[in-house]
């Protein structure tokens, strides 16, 4: 079962707009990881925010946590086309098994 | 570094024959995990293992499949016989050492798109 649901699950903008997704998940965690996939590539780890943190950034990246509503966003912002790709969060709870989300889709624009 | 190294990057085959995936994870990462990917169920974990003792098999579909992790520094995951629903990529992920496993990230590999006709 998926313990992340990301929304939305498919997302178009043009370059150097800001791109921003959502993740919902059901039950307490450790921390939510985002990662990253080309086509036909793996999946490549962008950032992890800790269950008592409410903000992170990275590069031109920005997750918020809300454990409360059991929600994160991942925002990145002035998008280029090469970030086109799908996004995945992904919640970790007790040991180190991490639970994936759907994903969602971003096709930037040149 | 080379990363998480699996293979073969394609495989096809006819369905009842055995598959055998293969996985290298980094030097000095004690946790390793497989997973599955489909358009159907999206990316859905198999098994795992720390320090080469499997410890979650319980996405493991089926009979048909098993894993090994003979040492830390290969991991195989078999499938036999093989069905056309099988046909996925699979992906080998590595994490780092630590002192407690919580708020490591993973680290993936290429994967390998199995087509079983």
């Known amino acids: 079962s998926q313990q992340g649901e990301e929304d939305p699950q498919a997302l178009s903008i043009q370059e150097g707009e800001n791109a921003t997704m959502n993740c919902s998940y059901k039950?307490?965690?450790?921390?939510l990881q985002w990662y990253r996939q080309n086509s036909g590539r793996g999946l490549v780890h962008l950032i992890l925010?800790?269950?008592?943190?409410r903000e992170k950034h990275s590069g031109r990246l920005r997750v918020t946590l809300d454990t409360s509503k059991k929600s994160s966003s991942l925002l990145i912002t002035a998008s280029r086309a090469a970030d086109t790709a799908s996004y995945f969060c992904a919640t970790q709870a007790a040991g180190n098994k991490l639970t994936f989300g759907g994903g969602t889709r971003v096709l930037v624009k040149p | 570094d080379a990363g998480v190294i699996q293979s073969p990057r394609h495989e096809v085959t006819e369905m009842g024959q055995e598959v055998t995936l293969r996985c290298k994870p980094i030097?000095?990462?004690?946790?390793l995990f497989w997973y599955r990917q489909t358009m159907m169920r999206g990316l859905e974990l198999l098994i795992y293992?720390?320090?080469?003792?499997?410890?979650?098999d319980s996405g493991m579909p089926e009979d048909r499949f098993s894993a090994k992790m003979p040492n830390a520094s290969f991991s195989t995951l078999k499938i036999q016989p093989s069905e056309p629903r099988d046909s996925a990529v699979y992906f080998c992920a590595s994490s780092p050492t630590g002192l407690l496993p919580v708020n490591k990230e993973q680290y993936f590999g290429p994967g390998t798109r199995l087509t079983v006709t």
């Open positions: 039950t307490s965690i450790n921390n």
């Open positions: 925010i800790r269950s008592n943190e």
């Open positions: 293992f720390n320090n080469n003792v499997p410890i979650d």
């Open positions: 030097s000095g990462h004690n946790s």
